[in-house]
Structure formats: C-alpha cells, structure tokens
C-alpha cells in the first residue's frame, strides 16, 4: 500500500473552491506513478522494454469532494494481475480518516510502436494486494449518446509523455461540454470511463451527450468510438 499526502492547492479548484475532477484525475495519475516508479516499473525502466502505461477504464465515487487547502491522503495499491490487465486502486480519506473518494481502475501495457497491447512476463512482477473498502473491477460503460454536446481539436498542452490525449483530458473535455452555472448547482457524485481507443495529436474530437441522468458522453474520431463516460450528478 502506497500512500501520499496532498494539500488542495487554489490551481486545483474551481468556481465552487473544490477540487475540480479533472484534477482528482490528475492526483491519481501523479500518485500511481509515485508508486509504480517505486515499484521499479516507471517509465525509464519500460522505455527498454518498449512499453507504455495506459489506463483501460476508470471507476469514481465520490462521496465529499475536497475542498481548498483541505489535506488529504491519497493510497493506492495494485490488484491481482488479469490476463493482460492490471488492476489498481485508490482510496482518499480526509483529516480525520473518513473515506471521501474511493476509486478502481484497469491499466494495460502497449507497444511503443504498434500500440497495441502487449506484455513481456519475465519483467512485469506487480504484487497484488487487497483492502476491505476495495470497489468492484470496473465493468465495461454502455450506453447511447448522440447529441453533439462539443468538438474538440486536440493540442498542444492535451498530450502526454506517451504522445496521445493525457487520460486526465479526457475529463477536461468531459467537464466542458457543461458551464460554472451547471458546476454551481450540480455536483458529481460518479464518474466511469472507458478509454477505448487512443485519442492523437491533431485529432478532431466530437462529443456527444445522451441529455440524461445519469449523462452518457461519447467521443468519437471520425466514425471511431474512442471513449465512453456515465456521470451521475446531484444537486447541491
């Protein structure tokens, strides 16, 4: 088990002074790879191998969001390896030890080159572990959307390290389709994805929404379905 202390900076809140989501996502990226490095398993160590880290689907529940220079402490730890997937979980708990977000996600190693999923079992030794608050592995996200909701060309500062759209834009792209008045009133209770095909440098980016409670929201490349969200919101 991994765990991080983080103090919630006014660059990671929004209008309402919490957290903004696509910021959560980004503490979850920073702390998996806090742990995974730890693990001897970052970046340096898969660039000879030819791999890259890429997360496969995303389970959110949040049950208090945290608010402006509240400290919180991130864990996270790796679930029993799957086939090709790898599954990790994280765990926010405030101050006084109280659960607040609780999260279960699936990553998969890809080839640098043909970006397909790959995997070289004699160098990828990730010890799972369990807790008792663990959320069920995410299951696929189903659902319709076609209402053009925004459309998005991908640049510069979306790209990550791996050379596609940073999975904590997705999210960005997610949250935008709606505006501060809908964030003053609304607040996100879930957030599942399925990250189902990369999302590139230059790419035109179509999302759709189904309009509905909980929201279905598409993104499409051309005809390609490239994710697939359900938020569930409350009202505040």
């Known amino acids: 088990m ?8 006014s660059t ?5 002074l919490e957290l903004r989501v696509s910021n959560l996502f980004k503490i979850f990226q920073l702390v998996g790879f806090h742990h995974i490095r730890s693990l001897k398993l970052g970046q340096d160590e898969l660039d000879k191998h030819n791999l890259l880290w890429v997360l496969v689907r995303m389970d959110v529940n949040i049950y208090r969001t945290p608010k402006l220079d509240e400290e919180i402490l991130v864990t996270t730890h790796p679930g029993e390896k799957r086939s090709f997937i790898f599954p990790r979980y994280y765990q926010i708990y405030d101050k006084k030890g109280n659960l607040i977000i609780n999260v ?9 080159d043909t970006r397909k999923v790959s995997i070289k079992p004699d160098m990828i ?15 696929k996200v ?15 500062t979306d790209v990550d390290m791996n050379g596609h759209l940073n999975n904590t834009s997705y999210i960005e792209y997610i949250l935008n389709i709606h505006d501060n008045d809908f ?3 609304h607040r996100i209770k879930s957030i599942r994805i399925n990250y189902d095909k990369e999302i590139k440098p230059t790419d035109i980016v179509n999302i759709y929404s189904n309009g509905g409670v909980p929201e279905i929201i598409k993104g499409k490349v051309g005809d390609s379905n490239n994710f697939t969200a359900e938020i569930d919101y409350e009202e505040r």
């Open 2 to 9: 991994y765990k991080e202390k983080i103090l919630i900076a």
């Open 12 to 16: 990671d809140t929004d209008c309402n």
């Open 104 to 112: 279960s996600s699936l990553w998969a190693l890809i080839d640098k």
């Open 125 to 139: 030794n990730i010890k799972g572990e369990t807790s008792k608050v663990d959320m069920p592995q995410p299951e």
């Open 142 to 156: 189903v659902g319709d959307a076609t209402l053009l909701a925004d459309t998005r060309k991908v640049r510069y």
């Open 183 to 185: 964030y003053k009133s």
